[in-house]
């Protein structure tokens, strides 16, 4: 019935710019095509047929509903007065063109001698997509056909066939071949209890399967299917390396090279190859490697949005030490979590996270993980899960991903803590099965083992009689057995803090250097909370009034330099902090502190 607006625009047979159902055309109506200002209302009616006699009777169909925006989609059966509805379809897209929707409905309870079934599409006048439907089959049956086929792949050559009895029988009938084989013409198989395991396929293959009931009375249901399914690709051994070079650049990333991206939204992984991201302030400026690399694009995520990319099976099956290691680059304020997670008995068990900013630009040097794998084995697959702070300075990237044979493990999650003038604690992780490690540490450009190291038996390590504000950098590696031991990891920085200065104490900052937004000087150090390096920020001056016309002072109070804060870039309720350096004040009976200021300037705010 040709409904709506206008004619010429009812259910046809045919495809969807072509597309169909499980690769033969099928009925359908289509909105898209026939664009905005048109109301469809179209429906496709049975014949007249007599199932007063029938005692179980079904309907069977397939169908791939896109659902849009405000269209429907209902089946409807005629129960000899009035027509009821067997499924209103008012909310989400089902099924595929390649795997579509089936569709098992129980209608004896409406058998009468002028049945008809019909299928009704309303787009409610808006430009909405279409429905496809094929194989429909109404039948008498009172063996009844299982439902919820599924298929999910154990390996690349073992997948597990998923079913529900809907009814008694016990017996299932499974037939399969190359996708688009002819039913008796497939391998089949009789099983006795679902879920069941079939073997010996070929990897990266497609196939179809169907499945009906066998039952006790020698009766048989409808066939279901075919399910389409496509085995996984050959799997990895190792070692392997994946240095992304042999992708191509995407910023729409579906599938590459057996590496499947998954996400629900705009926040997706992608391929980069031209150095930086697409996004400033955020990401790595070059690849790890090469020129390719695995990156998170965060501009249009939402806060706790995820996306996932899967590795291709790795078969450990004959591995004694499997390990992952990678290089990642996470640098933007608003970065993101990464999680890495290991497929084992078809549930993913996370083993490792890195959260948060990293690096502090894009010209930074890429971090390395190392992963322990071995409590695995048998085909598995990694899945690099990443969560969205919700805002676009937030790229993760990833290079040089590598699954080898490991003995010894680089210490991770390496950390200075309790850090003063003369000492600092250097702490790390063990994933192996070292007992001892190497720690070296010297003055900044050092090589390891040329200035102060020591062995240790635990995973942290005290550094002592350090200079005060000085630089130093420090490396740590893991010994295994008496022959076998860890690159070195580092080189790692930091600066002593600044030994305590006894009052009485005067700072004229005339031993300052002139400088815009620093962060230390001779002990001196502070600190903005704003993202923007430029932003509202202590600076030192030298050159009699501050850069802005208006406000500030024309000469220091003494000398050539003093402290300002330059307000040309702050926002409102922006705040900036000056720390004084320690000032040991036991030796004062009455303690006492004095300075100079000078506040000129109409939107002069506050100072504490």
Known sequence: VDGGQSTGDSWVSGTVAGNNLNGSACALVNSDANGNGTHLIETLISPVFDASAASSLFLDFEQYYRFSFVDSAL???????????LLSQTANSVGAFNNPDQQHIDISAYKNAQMQIRFRYNDNNSWARYWLIDNVQVYNSNCVAPINFTATDLSPSTIQLDWTSNGTTTNWLIEWGPQGF??????????????FVLDSLNPATDYSFYIRSLCLSGDSSTWIGPLLFSTACTAINLPFLE???????NQNLDTSLCWQQISSGNYDWNIDGSGSTPSSGTGPSVAYSGNNYFYVEASGGNPGDQTLLISPYI??????????????????VKMGDLFVDVLSNQQWINVDSINGQQQNSSLDAWHKKQINLSAFSGFTKIRFRAQSKGVFQGDIALDDIQFIELNCYEPQNVTLTNL??????????????ALQWELSWGPSGFAPGSAWDTILNNSYGILRNLQSDNDYEYYVRSFCNNTDSSNWVGPFEFRTKCSAFFAPWFENIESHNQTIAFINSNCWTTQNNSSTTLAYNWNIDGGGSTPTNNTGPLVPYSGSNYFYTEASNGQIADETYLYFPMIDISGLSDPTFQCYFYMYGSQIWQLY
């Open 75 to 85: 089946v409807e059966v005629y129960d000899g007065s009035q027509w009821q509805i």
């Open 182 to 195: 002819s039913l008796g013409n497939g391998n089949d198989t009789v099983v006795g209890t679902a879920p």
């Open 243 to 249: 240095n992304v070079e042999l992708h191509m650049p």
């Open 315 to 332: 078969d450990l099956n004959n591995s004694l030490n499997p390990a992952l290691e990678f290089y990642y680059h996470m640098y933007g």
């Open 420 to 433: 003063t003038d003369t000492s600092a604690q250097i702490n790390w992780t063990e994933i192996g099965t």
